[in-house]
């Protein structure tokens, strides 16, 4: 069983390898997706990631999606998330905000989020990097690297498990 930042890991381990003998081979497998749904920190994370996920690579101009802390600072201001991810003493100043933002991200690394915008679902995993990004000196930056997308059907959609013509059925 892989380590998802269960609160419990060592105890989860050990319960984990006694289901596995027995023949129940998934013990807790849901549980990031439970924690991203359950918990507003994790889900206000893959709003912000959602608002700039990175389909992997370096080749493009963004630096492909590795952003400074300052900047998802600033993301996070512009999506409304500042109240559900940076601590109250942070969030009176660019610089304070900053700070928070790289606490709370450093927390979340290598943590995955399920998230839904209006247009897709989102399944996305925070990294961290610690090199010279694109012209610049060494810099700590972050990324949510897409590993599944899925287009959300529109509700007219007649081909929509529970779209329009389902909804409409008595």
Partial sequence: MRDDGHPFTQCAQT???????????????????????????????????????????????????????????????????????IDAADRGSDKGRERGMGCVLSRHVDETFYTTTDEESLV?????????FVGS?????????????????ADDDPNAAGGESARNQP
């Fill in 15 to 85: 319960i984990g390898g006694i289901l596995k003998i027995n023949g129940f081979e998934h013990f807790l497998a849901n549980f990031s997706l439970r924690k991203s749904e359950d918990d507003t920190e994790s889900q206000s994370m893959g709003l912000l990631g959602a608002t700039f996920p990175s389909a992997g690579g370096e080749g493009t101009t963004a630096g492909g999606g590795w952003l400074a802390p300052g900047d998802w600072a600033r993301r996070a201001v512009d999506s409304g998330l500042v109240p559900y991810l």
């Fill in 124 to 132: 996305l995993r925070l990294e961290k990097a610690r090199r010279r």
């Fill in 137 to 153: 000196k060494a810099s700590t930056r972050y990324r949510f690297l897409i590993l599944e997308r899925k287009p959300l059907p």
